[in-house]
Structure formats: structure tokens, C-alpha cells
């Protein structure tokens, strides 16, 4: 202890913080190296731990490697509009090159998942991106590197979310298409503009969905809940199948939910009632038909999942979360005025994301000392 006093390395709240006249920095390939400002010296083992550290994964979306005029490695955040010498991903250094496997919960953020991860080769399609789960999740892999394609409805809307992602990240490709999911002529004219553009297709989200509604029918004759939350899913699938295999390994999301435990589609004889998908309008219940619609989504990513996964394209269905707050209840006043009064208790997507990202990701991060250092490391270890 004497001798760590002397080398004023016992003035530290804990083993893994340095000593004063101690800086960390890391070389292109992530390794972590501490440079000695006292006596010009930098070293690879923590001068209290004596451990080596690797940086984990890619750069956080938004930030790039550059060199300045002197030769020295800098990183820019664009979404922050700063600079600085350290490198981001030693928030998340791995001790003696041992990777530790992530855990995650109902908590976890979507940009906490994608951490790390290069999207730039991988083109992705999200029904209803303009809003809710679809935007936030548009964003994600946007802010990735990925080709994000938003298939909505409505174009301005659309458009307006396509400018909000550039905004966090100019280089974000991300770009709007028009589909109505409530016309299967619509869904068709989507199905071949993507096709004209000559893209491979690696995810393809089906997001859009409508709740609470009251009883219509779509301009194909079919109530409007069924229709555009599963029908024009199906068709769209149906229309693009030929890209997914050839996009292999690609994989279809399909958003159902919870509900879908609270119906079924059998008549008294247990048959399949098929007039239960398109009911009358005295038959009709808003939420009964949005909890067959759910039903139907499973049903349908079930045997997606059979029949392509020997083809390479996997199918998953997966329910949101209970406690989401989103735009889904704007159709019926009833709805609206409980997700209301349930606000407070409900997880609002951005703000989860926001304090996640500030807490896991840049809780690190602090501003580099004034004065650069010429010195590195001649090889890695």
C-alpha cells in the first residue's frame, strides 16, 4: 500500500479508475492502451489492474473515425455535433478479450439490441413507419446503417418521420413508399414498385395496424380492421416472397399481440368460421375483430415459417408490450380518453430510448484532456 501511495495510485474510488497523470485511449482496431503523462510512456495493462481491455462492437450509431491534421485518431458524433479524442465504444470494453453475452427484458431499448451492429449492407421494409413501435423501430436501424424503407399510407406523414431520422443522422437511408394497406390494389402497386427499384429485401416488418375503429368496408368489400391488419400483410408477403428467398437469409416480423388469446375463429361445429374474419356490421365488435385479426397474424407467421425456412427466410410473431404508449387508440374516443388517463403509467418509446442511450451508452464518456499525446503503441498485442 506504501508503495501505491508513493505512485499515487491509491487516491482512486475503485480498481478499474486511473490514477492521476494516466489517460486511456484506444488504437483503430479497439484495443485500449493507457498512456502515462508523467513519464511519456504508454503501456496495454491498467496500471492498477494490470488487465487488457478491447473495445466491444462497431461505433454507436452516429459517430465516425477521422484523423486529424496531426495523424491522431478522432471520433465525430453527428448526432451531438461534437469531437472528441475518446473513443465511445470504451463504455462498453470487454476485460481479457472475453465477450460477455448480453442480457435483455422488458426495458431494454431497441438501439441497446442493434448496439454495435453494421446494418449497411441490409435493406429493410416496415409497414406503418411513420409512427409509433414502426418509427421508432424505422429510426433504429436507420441510425445502423441500414436501407430503411417506410411503407404508409399516408405520404406527408411518412415523409415528415423520413426527415425527422435524417435529422439525428444525415448519412441515414431511409426513404417513403406508398401503401394502403386497406386496398389490395394498393398493396399490389407497392409490391411491384419495390420490385422495379432492384432491391434485395433481408427484414420485412409488418407494423401497420388500426384498433377500436368503427365498423367499414375497404373499397375490396372487407371489414377495414381485418383487412389492414392482416389481409394486406398477407397479400403483401404473398407479392414479395420471391425477393425474400432471394435476399437469403432474410426474415419476416410480424406485430401481432396479447389479445390474440381472447377469441377464436371456430363455429359451433369447431370448423373455421370464415364469415367471423369480415363480420356484418351487427356482427361486428371493434376489438373482437382486432383480437382475430392478432389471431390470424400467428397463424399466418406459423406456416410463413414452415414453408420458407428451408428456404432461408425465417418468420417470427411477437407481441409489443403491454404498457406501450402509442397513436393505435386514435379511432375511438372511448379508447383514447383511457390510454389518457393510463399516460402516466405507460412506457413512452422516445423517452425510454432517450434515457437508455444516455445511461448505458455514453455514461463513460467524458471530455479529453487539452493536450494530445504523439505517442502510441507500435503493435497490438
Known amino acids: 500500500m506504501a508503495a501505491l501511495k508513493y505512485a499515487g495510485m491509491d487516491d482512486t474510488d475503485s480498481d478499474d479508475e ?21 513519464e511519456m510512456k504508454t ?15 462497431d461505433l454507436p450509431y452516429g459517430w465516425e473515425q477521422e484523423t486529424d491534421e496531426k495523424g491522431q485518431i478522432l471520433y465525430v458524433d453527428h448526432i451531438n455535433k461534437r469531437t472528441t479524442y475518446f473513443d465511445p465504444r470504451q463504455a462498453f470494453t470487454v476485460e481479457d478479450v472475453v465477450v460477455k453475452p448480453k442480457r435483455y427484458d422488458g426495458n431494454t431499448a431497441a438501439l441497446e439490441i442493434l ?29 445502423h446503417g441500414a436501407h430503411v424503407i417506410l411503407a404508409c399510407r399516408n405520404l406527408s406523414l411518412a415523409s415528415k418521420a423520413v426527415t425527422a431520422i435524417q ?61 389492414i391488419c392482416h389481409l394486406g400483410h398477407f397479400l403483401l408477403v404473398q407479392c414479395l416472397q420471391d ?26 361445429c369447431g370448423k373455421v368460421d370464415l364469415a367471423l374474419l369480415s363480420p356484418s356490421r351487427k356482427d361486428y365488435w371493434s ?21 420458407l425456412s428451408p428456404h432461408g427466410v425465417t418468420c417470427n410473431a411477437l407481441h409489443p408490450g403491454n404498457m406501450m404508449y402509442t397513436s393505435i387508440h386514435r379511432s375511438w374516443w372511448l379508447m383514447t ?27 463513460r464518456i467524458q471530455t479529453p484532456l487539452k493536450f494530445q499525446l504523439t505517442f502510441v503503441p507500435l503493435a497490438s498485442p
Open 243 to 268: 425477393v425474400l428467398r432471394r435476399s437469403a437469409p432474410a426474415r419476416v416480423v410480424v406485430v401481432s399481440s396479447e389479445s390474440h388469446r381472447f377469441t377464436d375463429l371456430l363455429d359451433s
Open 18 to 38: 486511473l490514477p492521476p497523470g494516466w489517460e486511456e485511449r484506444s488504437t483503430k482496431d479497439g484495443w485500449v492502451y493507457y498512456a502515462n503523462h508523467d
Open 167 to 227: 435529422q439525428e443522422w444525415h448519412k441515414a437511408r431511409v426513404e417513403a413508399m406508398m401503401c394502403n394497406l386497406a386496398s389490395l390494389r394498393s398493396v399490389r402497386e407497392f409490391a411491384e414498385s419495390f420490385k422495379a427499384k432492384k432491391l434485395p429485401l433481408h427484414i420485412l416488418i409488418c407494423n401497420a395496424a388500426v384498433c377500436t375503429q368503427p365498423w367499414s368496408l375497404t373499397e375490396d368489400n372487407l371489414e377495414s380492421t381485418f383487412q
Open 337 to 363: 380518453f383511457l390510454f389518457t388517463l393510463a399516460r402516466p403509467f405507460t412506457k413512452s418509446m422516445i423517452h425510454l430510448m432517450e434515457e437508455k442511450v444516455k445511461e448505458n451508452r455514453y455514461s
Open 115 to 143: 448496439q454495435g451492429r453494421d446494418l449497411s449492407d441490409k435493406v429493410v421494409l416496415i409497414t406503418g413507419g411513420n409512427s409509433g413501435i414502426g418509427f421508432e423501430t424505422a429510426k433504429s436501424f436507420a441510425l
Open 43 to 57: 503501456q496495454w495493462e491498467h496500471p492498477k489492474t494490470g488487465k487488457k481491455k478491447r473495445c466491444a462492437g
Open 287 to 307: 376489438m373482437l375483430a382486432y383480437n382475430r385479426a392478432k389471431l390470424c397474424n400467428i397463424l399466418f407467421s406459423n406456416e410463413l415459417n414452415r414453408r
